[in-house]
Protein backbone atom coordinates (compact mmCIF):
# COMPACT_ATOMS: atom_id res chain seq x y z
CA UNK A 1 0.00 0.00 0.00
CA UNK A 2 1.55 3.54 -1.08
CA UNK A 3 2.34 5.65 1.88
CA UNK A 4 -0.89 7.96 2.56
CA UNK A 5 -0.55 11.77 2.23
CA UNK A 6 -0.66 12.67 5.93
CA UNK A 7 -0.96 16.37 4.81
CA UNK A 8 -3.59 15.92 2.57
CA UNK A 9 -6.23 16.58 5.68
CA UNK A 10 -9.35 18.37 4.78
CA UNK A 11 -9.76 20.74 7.81
CA UNK A 12 -12.58 22.63 5.78
CA UNK A 13 -15.29 19.90 5.94
CA UNK A 14 -17.17 18.17 9.29
CA UNK A 15 -14.81 15.36 10.76
CA UNK A 16 -16.64 12.31 11.77
CA UNK A 17 -14.03 12.00 14.64
CA UNK A 18 -14.85 15.67 15.91
CA UNK A 19 -19.14 14.72 15.31
CA UNK A 20 -18.40 11.28 17.74
CA UNK A 21 -16.99 14.27 20.35
CA UNK A 22 -19.79 16.42 20.07
CA UNK A 23 -22.46 13.75 20.53
CA UNK A 24 -20.49 12.75 23.83
CA UNK A 25 -20.73 16.41 24.70
CA UNK A 26 -17.00 17.03 24.43
CA UNK A 27 -15.06 20.13 23.59
CA UNK A 28 -13.11 19.10 20.81
CA UNK A 29 -15.31 20.01 17.53
CA UNK A 30 -15.98 22.96 15.81
CA UNK A 31 -19.03 24.68 14.12
CA UNK A 32 -19.29 22.72 11.40
CA UNK A 33 -18.97 19.96 13.09
CA UNK A 34 -21.87 20.17 14.94
CA UNK A 35 -23.98 21.77 12.02
CA UNK A 36 -23.71 18.50 10.25
CA UNK A 37 -24.01 16.68 13.56
CA UNK A 38 -27.41 18.20 14.00
CA UNK A 39 -28.62 17.11 10.80
CA UNK A 40 -27.50 13.17 11.92
CA UNK A 41 -29.41 13.53 15.62
CA UNK A 42 -32.66 14.63 12.92
CA UNK A 43 -32.54 11.39 11.24
CA UNK A 44 -31.22 9.47 14.41
CA UNK A 45 -32.14 11.12 17.39
CA UNK A 46 -30.50 8.82 19.80
CA UNK A 47 -27.17 9.13 18.21
CA UNK A 48 -25.75 10.51 21.34
CA UNK A 49 -26.74 6.89 23.23
CA UNK A 50 -24.80 4.95 20.43
CA UNK A 51 -22.14 6.89 20.73
CA UNK A 52 -22.33 6.24 24.91
CA UNK A 53 -22.96 2.93 24.07
CA UNK A 54 -19.51 2.78 21.79
CA UNK A 55 -17.58 4.71 25.00
CA UNK A 56 -19.20 2.04 27.86
CA UNK A 57 -18.24 -0.53 25.86
CA UNK A 58 -14.49 1.27 25.63
CA UNK A 59 -14.44 0.91 29.34
CA UNK A 60 -15.53 -2.32 29.70
CA UNK A 61 -12.80 -3.45 27.72
CA UNK A 62 -9.99 -1.23 29.28
CA UNK A 63 -11.21 -3.03 32.49
CA UNK A 64 -10.95 -6.38 31.40
CA UNK A 65 -7.75 -5.78 29.76
CA UNK A 66 -6.17 -4.83 32.88
CA UNK A 67 -7.65 -7.12 35.08
CA UNK A 68 -5.41 -9.62 32.91
CA UNK A 69 -2.61 -7.94 32.71
CA UNK A 70 -2.21 -5.47 30.51
CA UNK A 71 -1.19 -2.28 31.26
CA UNK A 72 -0.41 -0.60 27.79
CA UNK A 73 -3.16 0.59 25.56
CA UNK A 74 -1.96 1.89 21.55
CA UNK A 75 -5.21 3.58 20.76
CA UNK A 76 -5.37 4.22 16.47
CA UNK A 77 -7.84 6.83 14.75
CA UNK A 78 -8.55 8.14 18.19
CA UNK A 79 -8.87 11.64 17.19
CA UNK A 80 -8.45 14.10 19.75
CA UNK A 81 -8.35 12.94 23.06
CA UNK A 82 -11.27 14.91 25.04
CA UNK A 83 -14.06 12.21 26.32
CA UNK A 84 -13.67 8.70 27.79
CA UNK A 85 -10.53 9.13 27.04
CA UNK A 86 -8.37 5.71 27.20
CA UNK A 87 -5.41 7.31 29.43
CA UNK A 88 -8.23 8.69 31.86
CA UNK A 89 -9.98 5.27 31.80
CA UNK A 90 -7.10 3.38 32.39
CA UNK A 91 -5.50 5.62 35.01
CA UNK A 92 -8.01 4.96 37.55
CA UNK A 93 -7.66 1.40 37.27
CA UNK A 94 -3.82 0.38 37.24
CA UNK A 95 -1.97 4.27 37.86
CA UNK A 96 0.91 3.11 36.22
CA UNK A 97 -0.80 2.17 32.97
CA UNK A 98 0.78 3.56 29.58
CA UNK A 99 -1.56 5.23 26.55
CA UNK A 100 -0.48 6.37 22.77
CA UNK A 101 -3.27 7.62 20.95
CA UNK A 102 -2.46 8.11 16.99
CA UNK A 103 -4.41 10.10 14.17
CA UNK A 104 -3.78 11.41 11.16
CA UNK A 105 -5.49 14.56 11.35
CA UNK A 106 -2.96 17.46 12.56
CA UNK A 107 -5.39 19.58 14.51
CA UNK A 108 -6.09 16.30 16.29
CA UNK A 109 -3.00 15.87 17.47
CA UNK A 110 -2.26 19.29 18.09
CA UNK A 111 -5.15 19.62 20.19
CA UNK A 112 -4.40 16.52 22.22
CA UNK A 113 -1.19 17.34 22.60
CA UNK A 114 -1.97 20.86 24.71
CA UNK A 115 -4.42 18.32 26.40
CA UNK A 116 -2.01 15.93 27.54
CA UNK A 117 0.59 18.22 28.49
CA UNK A 118 -1.91 20.02 30.62
CA UNK A 119 -3.03 16.48 32.32
CA UNK A 120 -1.01 13.82 31.25
CA UNK A 121 2.71 12.35 32.48
CA UNK A 122 4.47 12.90 29.00
CA UNK A 123 6.46 9.17 30.73
CA UNK A 124 3.38 7.38 30.27
CA UNK A 125 0.77 9.14 27.69
CA UNK A 126 1.49 10.25 24.31
CA UNK A 127 -0.56 11.49 20.59
CA UNK A 128 1.43 10.99 17.66
CA UNK A 129 0.44 12.05 13.89
CA UNK A 130 0.37 8.79 11.76
CA UNK A 131 -2.62 7.28 9.26
CA UNK A 132 -4.44 4.18 10.35
CA UNK A 133 -4.17 2.62 6.83
CA UNK A 134 -0.29 2.48 7.55
CA UNK A 135 0.38 0.03 9.93
CA UNK A 136 4.50 0.74 9.36
CA UNK A 137 3.68 4.14 9.78
CA UNK A 138 1.56 3.60 12.92
CA UNK A 139 4.04 1.48 14.72
CA UNK A 140 7.20 3.70 13.70
CA UNK A 141 5.39 6.58 15.17
CA UNK A 142 3.81 4.62 18.27
CA UNK A 143 6.86 3.41 19.23
CA UNK A 144 8.79 6.43 18.74
CA UNK A 145 7.25 8.26 21.49
CA UNK A 146 8.95 6.04 23.91
CA UNK A 147 6.04 5.26 25.87
CA UNK A 148 5.27 1.55 25.34
CA UNK A 149 7.50 -1.32 25.34
CA UNK A 150 7.37 -3.92 22.40
CA UNK A 151 8.22 -6.50 23.91
CA UNK A 152 5.15 -6.74 26.04
CA UNK A 153 1.61 -7.55 25.62
CA UNK A 154 -0.18 -4.26 24.35
CA UNK A 155 -4.15 -3.61 23.45
CA UNK A 156 -4.25 -2.23 20.24
CA UNK A 157 -7.43 -0.24 20.04
CA UNK A 158 -9.74 0.45 16.95
CA UNK A 159 -13.09 2.09 18.69
CA UNK A 160 -15.06 3.18 16.17
CA UNK A 161 -12.21 3.70 13.93
CA UNK A 162 -12.29 1.05 10.75
CA UNK A 163 -15.40 2.36 9.42
CA UNK A 164 -13.82 5.25 8.20
CA UNK A 165 -11.77 2.80 5.48
CA UNK A 166 -13.47 2.79 2.59
CA UNK A 167 -14.69 -1.03 1.71
CA UNK A 168 -12.50 -0.89 -1.54
CA UNK A 169 -9.24 -0.61 0.82
CA UNK A 170 -7.95 -3.79 1.79
CA UNK A 171 -8.92 -3.40 5.34
CA UNK A 172 -8.19 -7.08 6.24
CA UNK A 173 -4.25 -7.02 4.94
CA UNK A 174 -3.88 -3.78 6.81
CA UNK A 175 -5.45 -5.75 10.04
CA UNK A 176 -3.20 -8.66 9.71
CA UNK A 177 -0.38 -6.24 9.14
CA UNK A 178 -1.29 -4.91 12.82
CA UNK A 179 -2.04 -8.71 13.96
CA UNK A 180 1.78 -9.51 13.29
CA UNK A 181 3.55 -6.45 14.75
CA UNK A 182 1.60 -7.30 18.28
CA UNK A 183 3.93 -9.12 21.05
CA UNK A 184 2.62 -12.63 22.13
CA UNK A 185 -0.45 -11.82 24.83
CA UNK A 186 -1.74 -8.26 23.16
CA UNK A 187 -4.85 -7.56 22.58
CA UNK A 188 -6.88 -6.89 19.60
CA UNK A 189 -9.97 -4.29 20.06
CA UNK A 190 -12.64 -3.54 17.79
CA UNK A 191 -15.76 -1.75 17.72
CA UNK A 192 -17.51 -0.96 13.84
CA UNK A 193 -20.62 0.68 12.81
CA UNK A 194 -22.87 -1.02 10.22
CA UNK A 195 -26.18 -0.61 8.68
CA UNK A 196 -26.25 -4.15 7.49
CA UNK A 197 -27.56 -7.06 9.59
CA UNK A 198 -29.99 -5.05 11.74
CA UNK A 199 -33.10 -6.68 12.85
CA UNK A 200 -35.04 -3.49 12.91
CA UNK A 201 -38.20 -1.90 11.80
CA UNK A 202 -37.60 -0.81 8.14
CA UNK A 203 -37.79 3.05 9.34
CA UNK A 204 -35.10 2.92 11.42
CA UNK A 205 -33.33 0.77 9.18
CA UNK A 206 -33.36 3.52 6.39
CA UNK A 207 -32.56 6.35 9.29
CA UNK A 208 -29.49 4.72 9.93
CA UNK A 209 -28.63 4.48 5.96
CA UNK A 210 -29.41 8.27 5.69
CA UNK A 211 -26.87 9.27 8.79
CA UNK A 212 -23.93 7.14 6.92
CA UNK A 213 -25.21 9.08 3.85
CA UNK A 214 -24.91 12.66 5.88
CA UNK A 215 -21.35 11.40 6.77
CA UNK A 216 -20.64 11.63 2.63
CA UNK A 217 -20.56 15.15 3.54
CA UNK A 218 -18.12 14.73 5.69
CA UNK A 219 -14.04 14.98 5.59
CA UNK A 220 -14.34 11.30 7.13
CA UNK A 221 -17.59 9.96 5.21
CA UNK A 222 -18.38 6.20 7.15
CA UNK A 223 -18.83 2.93 5.74
CA UNK A 224 -20.85 -0.01 6.82
CA UNK A 225 -19.29 -3.76 6.66
CA UNK A 226 -21.22 -7.29 8.02
CA UNK A 227 -20.48 -9.62 10.73
CA UNK A 228 -18.28 -12.08 9.37
CA UNK A 229 -16.10 -9.25 8.02
CA UNK A 230 -15.02 -8.12 11.22
CA UNK A 231 -14.55 -11.65 12.44
CA UNK A 232 -12.06 -11.84 9.63
CA UNK A 233 -10.30 -8.89 10.98
CA UNK A 234 -9.26 -11.13 14.04
CA UNK A 235 -7.29 -13.54 11.89
CA UNK A 236 -5.97 -16.32 14.29
CA UNK A 237 -6.24 -14.36 17.68
CA UNK A 238 -8.73 -16.51 20.29
CA UNK A 239 -11.47 -14.64 20.71
CA UNK A 240 -12.76 -13.19 24.16
CA UNK A 241 -16.02 -14.49 24.98
CA UNK A 242 -19.04 -13.90 23.40
CA UNK A 243 -16.71 -12.90 20.63
CA UNK A 244 -17.99 -10.45 18.01
CA UNK A 245 -21.03 -9.39 18.98
CA UNK A 246 -23.73 -6.12 19.19
CA UNK A 247 -22.31 -3.66 21.75
CA UNK A 248 -24.98 -4.31 24.57
CA UNK A 249 -24.09 -8.33 24.37
CA UNK A 250 -20.60 -7.77 24.88
CA UNK A 251 -19.84 -8.64 28.94
CA UNK A 252 -21.65 -6.49 31.08
CA UNK A 253 -20.63 -8.04 33.56
CA UNK A 254 -17.46 -5.94 34.01
CA UNK A 255 -18.15 -2.48 34.62
CA UNK A 256 -21.54 -0.63 35.16
CA UNK A 257 -23.36 0.34 31.59
CA UNK A 258 -26.36 2.50 32.33
CA UNK A 259 -26.40 3.79 28.50
CA UNK A 260 -26.47 0.14 27.00
CA UNK A 261 -28.95 -1.33 29.06
CA UNK A 262 -31.39 0.69 26.55
CA UNK A 263 -30.06 -1.46 23.92
CA UNK A 264 -30.37 -4.56 25.64
CA UNK A 265 -34.06 -5.80 24.22
CA UNK A 266 -32.74 -5.15 20.63
CA UNK A 267 -29.43 -5.22 20.65
CA UNK A 268 -28.70 -4.78 16.60
CA UNK A 269 -30.40 -0.78 17.34
CA UNK A 270 -26.76 -0.04 18.75
CA UNK A 271 -25.65 -0.26 15.39
CA UNK A 272 -21.94 -0.99 16.71
CA UNK A 273 -20.18 -4.68 15.90
CA UNK A 274 -17.37 -5.17 18.69
CA UNK A 275 -15.23 -7.80 19.74
CA UNK A 276 -11.77 -8.93 21.39
CA UNK A 277 -8.83 -10.93 20.31
CA UNK A 278 -6.09 -12.16 22.13
CA UNK A 279 -2.28 -12.91 20.41
CA UNK A 280 -1.63 -16.79 21.94
CA UNK A 281 1.60 -17.08 22.98
Not at 21 to 35: E, F, I, K, Q, S
Not at 54 to 61: A, I, S, Y
Not at 126 to 145: K, Y
Not at 218 to 238: K, L, Q
Request: proline share 7%.
Amino acid sequence: MAEPDQDNVDLDRPNAVRMYDYYLGGTGNWAMDRVLGDKVLAEVPFAPLIARANLEFLERVLRYCVRNGIDQFLDVGSGGPTVGTVHRIADALEPRSRCVYVDREQVAVAHGQLLLEREGDPERHAIVRADQRDPDAVWQAAMGAGVLDRTRPIALIFCAALHFIPNAEPAGEMLARYRARLPAGSYLVISHATFDDLDVPAEYAASIRAAFELYEKSGTPAFSRRHDEIVSFFGDFEMVEPGVVWLPQWRLDEAPSPVTQNFVANPSMSIGWCGVGRKRG
